[in-house]
């Protein structure tokens, strides 16, 4: 089964009032979604059109897909705002209702998701955060080469996806304080390790990103009602675990913690509620 996010066009902050259009996405996060998922969706919609960086080529080669949804009626102020996040809702929703041949999920840059009210749900989740691992090439890296060093590198990026699967399964099955020493912990660790050597031979510059995903603990496919409760318990209080100076020196980290929170509920009957990412803190992405 492939992997498909389901992305904004635009980082939305939420406000009092509702969302704010911070700025589009960048050449470099654009990249982060090439490189790590095999499918991904940008919804557009009638009101507003964002374009992102290098949008037609991007088209052409298959690298992203930009649906557009339609909205009715008189639109303004800080409800085109909340259009993003809606038209990104609508089009996550639809997909992970008709599309089973891709595991999809909804994917936004930021440290929180911004979700229209209609669309959220309050559920027990793990937050799991991977920090400082994911390497991702500079804006000006062309797409071409980017899809190629993909695909001579599939096994690679294979294995990344492949435990963390195998971390969430892991910890539901046996919330146990000598999770450290799961066979999953080790395999992530060695996967991070090789990704950024395969990468830094390839690319002369990276940035970090940090990749978060909530986790459901209250109805994904793989979720028993008395391992889950065990993980809410266990993990109630926040988890790190240093996953050591893996490449030129700079350390990663898991950091995992379970509680209620916002979800995206059409995804309430998944593995994973929704994920975000964001370049590390060193502000290695403008403001655009």
Wanted: charged share 20%.
């Amino acid at each position: 089964m492939g992997r498909g996010v389901v992305a904004s066009p635009a980082l939305i902050d939420i406000t009092s009032n509702g969302f704010m259009m911070k700025r589009s996405i960048s050449p470099e996060e654009i990249r982060y979604y090439a490189l790590y998922w095999d499918k991904v969706v940008i919804p557009g919609s009638n009101l507003v059109y964002v374009g992102v960086p290098e949008e037609e080529v991007l088209i052409e080669t298959g690298v992203i897909e930009r649906p557009r949804v339609g909205f009715q009626g008189s639109w303004g102020g800080s409800d085109l705002g909340h259009s993003f996040a809606i038209a990104q809702a609508k089009i996550a929703e639809s997909l992970l209702a008709s599309n089973r041949e891709i595991d999809w999920v909804l994917h936004q840059m930021g440290s929180s998701l911004a979700l229209p009210s209609s669309f959220q749900s309050q559920q027990r989740n793990l937050r799991f955060d991977l920090i400082n691992a994911l390497p991702v090439p500079h804006g000006d890296v062309p797409i071409e080469e980017l899809l190629e060093f993909k695909y001579r590198r599939r096994d690679q990026l294979n294995v990344l996806h492949k435990s963390l699967d195998d971390l969430y399964i892991q910890i539901i099955k046996s919330p146990d304080p000598a999770f450290t020493s799961l066979q999953a912990v080790s395999d992530l660790k060695v996967a991070i390790s090789e990704l950024n050597q395969v990468s830094n031979e390839r690319w002369k510059k990276t940035s970090k990103y940090d990749f978060s995903a909530q986790l459901n603990l209250d109805g994904g496919k793989l979720v028993q009602g008395v391992a889950a409760g065990a993980a809410f318990d266990f993990f109630s209080n926040p988890t790190d675990l240093p996953l050591g100076a893996i490449v030129g020196g700079v350390a990663s980290m898991i950091k995992l913690q379970a509680k209620v929170s916002t979800s995206f509920e059409p995804a309430k009957n998944q593995s994973s509620l929704g994920y975000l990412s964001m370049a590390h803190k060193e502000k290695v992405i403008p403001a655009l």
